[in-house]
């Protein structure tokens, strides 16, 4: 009887840490939180990222206004007080978003929104100016 109760205590032991490994492991690594873009964000939403403070953030935002906006999170080597090292240990939780580009083009229009009609070129169905 006794060699039992060991067992069950034992088994309960081992269930009970695998399970608050497993926990731990869900709480941290698991649920991972969106990335932070460093096209868009404040000096607020920089600062949640782990490794920037105040004077970082607002380095990454000067960098990004004197600059335009940055093509690769890599880029991020050029404002002052970044390194490789501080970058790669932020590297996960940021992120360089879509860039927006130019408005797709639709078919030109003229003056009168009329198309792609060639200006002086009488429109369908109607008559030519006198003296064309």
């Known amino acids: 009887m006794r060699k039992y109760t060991f067992l069950a205590i ?8 695998l399970g608050g490994v497993a926990y731990a492991a869900g709480e941290g690594g698991g649920a991972s ?9 404040t000096v607020d939403e920089l600062q949640s990222v782990p490794g920037l403070d105040q004077e ?8 990004r206004e004197a600059s ?21 240990a932020m ?9 927006p580009g130019p408005e797709p083009m639709g078919p030109q229009q ?3 929104g009329m198309g792609e009609q060639p200006m002086g070129e009488p ?8 003296g064309y």
């Open 10 to 17: 034992g088994a309960l032991f081992v269930l009970l840490t």
């Open 123 to 130: 429109m369908p169905g109607e008559s030519p100016p006198a």
């Open 91 to 99: 590297r996960d939780q940021i992120t360089v978003g879509e860039m």
């Open 110 to 112: 003229g003056p009168g």
């Open 33 to 41: 939180q969106a990335k932070v873009d460093i096209n868009t964000a």
């Open 56 to 63: 970082l953030a607002q380095n990454i935002i000067d960098y």
């Open 68 to 88: 335009g906006p940055f093509s690769s999170v890599d880029e991020l080597t050029n404002v002052e007080g970044i390194d490789n090292e501080k970058l790669d």
